[in-house]
């Protein structure tokens, strides 16, 4: 980079573009980084499709924990908490018709871990 820095800069900026420059200038701390600051939604929702059939509750919550966790890393971006949370799910069409649509299980507990217990 001590050579690249050496050669004549407006040589530089006919043979390359500008970001070349630039770049040389903030890795040696002549020009500020500028960062892009992440936008967080205002609210959460994330679904997550598994990846064959579910017949018994225990490996619904492999899904769910994994949906707990990304919502709990979003909080904590935030830096919130929430009282009240819904899980939610659906069956695909493939289904036993007698299955119905689907379900939901609210939870109403104030928490700050990543817990399924009700």
């Known amino acids: 980079m001590g050579q690249v820095r050496a050669l004549p800069r407006g040589g530089l900026s006919r043979r390359f573009d ?23 939604p205002d609210s959460f929702s994330a679904k997550l499709e598994l ?5 018994v509750a225990p490996a619904l919550l492999f899904g769910a924990r994994r949906l707990l966790l990304q919502m709990c890393a979003w909080l904590s971006a935030r830096r919130a908490g929430v009282t009240a949370y819904t899980l939610k799910w659906c069956h ?27």
Do not use: I
């Open 18 to 40: 500008k970001e070349l420059l630039g770049a040389l200038d903030q890795a040696y701390g002549l020009r500020p980084e500028v960062h892009v600051w992440v936008q967080l």
């Open 92 to 118: 695909d069409a493939m289904r036993v018709k007698t299955a119905g649509d689907g379900g939901q299980l609210p939870f109403a507990r104030p928490r700050r871990r990543a817990t399924l217990s009700t």
């Open 51 to 55: 990846m064959s059939r579910v017949e």
